[in-house]
């Protein structure tokens, strides 16, 4: 059936992008066709503390042309004071419980892939060169089958991108084969796979935090799935009050930024706010009732 666009429509369409690239902010998922281009922020422990929560589009470096979309991402170790930077996160979390995700160890993390998803020699995948992303499109392939279209093809690419850096010198000790590593991300991710259908590029970066109280260490499987997350533009804070994690076994700083929190950094964060409004209400109501019942005193003596 043909379909034809009336001038009001084509107009606007057209506003709406001249709009956006003037003042960067877009309708919601104005966006989801476009190239992701993730770039990491490095930033000093205030500026990355300002920048957790804000839209991607206000952050320093967010780009926008007609084909490409450059998101600022952090990936940091935080290290020392580390509560008050958790239970911010926890109120977060409830109020976006698709793009926050808290874990306290590495357990989840540390799975290994489950073996039978692949053919023993898919067409699209070679060991050497990593994923024909076309080919592999056509393949319909279950572990992608619920993202839209252009994140499918995002994520194929990301997965290439990973399979690169674990040939770097940003990665160290064992690796994990190229097939061990599609395996991995591909059909045994799938919380990852969820943030990234819920990230539009736009607004809230999706936020990955582990506490890592040292009960279980980082495996090379963790490694690789949090430099996925990186890779997709996520918001990665692996958070250690002894200022040691597992995950540096795997990852350089030329992944990951460190920071150093002190106590100072929430004195006004949103859990102590609230803890404190509640505290002065209970002052208030307190004080209430003392006067109310001074008043009750003084009338019955009367």
Known sequence: MKTHTTTAHQAEQELNALLG???????????????????RLKATTDEMLMLTYANAYVRPHFEVDEKRVTVPNL?????????????????KEKQHPNLITIYYDFGKMNKKPKAGHL??????????????????LQADLSGIKHLKPAYQRTYLEAINRVLKIVKSSAYKGEAPSNREVLETLLF??????????AFDYQYMVPKFLVVDKQKK??????????????????????????????????????????????EREFAYSEVLTIRKKRVKMLLWTALAAIVLSFIFFALKIY
């Open 21 to 39: 690239h003037e003042n960067r902010i877009y309708k919601p998922w104005q966006l989801e066709n476009h190239v992701l281009e993730p770039v």
């Open 75 to 91: 990936v940091c170790k935080l290290n020392g004071a580390i509560h008050g930077f958790v239970l911010d996160m926890k109120v």
């Open 119 to 136: 053919n023993k020699k898919p067409k699209w995948f070679d060991e050497m060169l990593g994923i024909n992303v076309d080919q592999a």
């Open 188 to 197: 045994n991710s799938r919380k990852i796979g969820d943030m990234f259908h």
């Open 217 to 262: 260490p980082a495996s090379p499987y963790a490694a690789i799935r949090l430099i996925m997350m990186s890779v997709l533009g996520f918001d990665v804070f692996i958070a250690s009050e002894d200022a040691y994690s597992s995950i540096e076994n795997y990852v350089t700083e030329d992944v990951i930024d460190i920071h150093y929190l002190t």
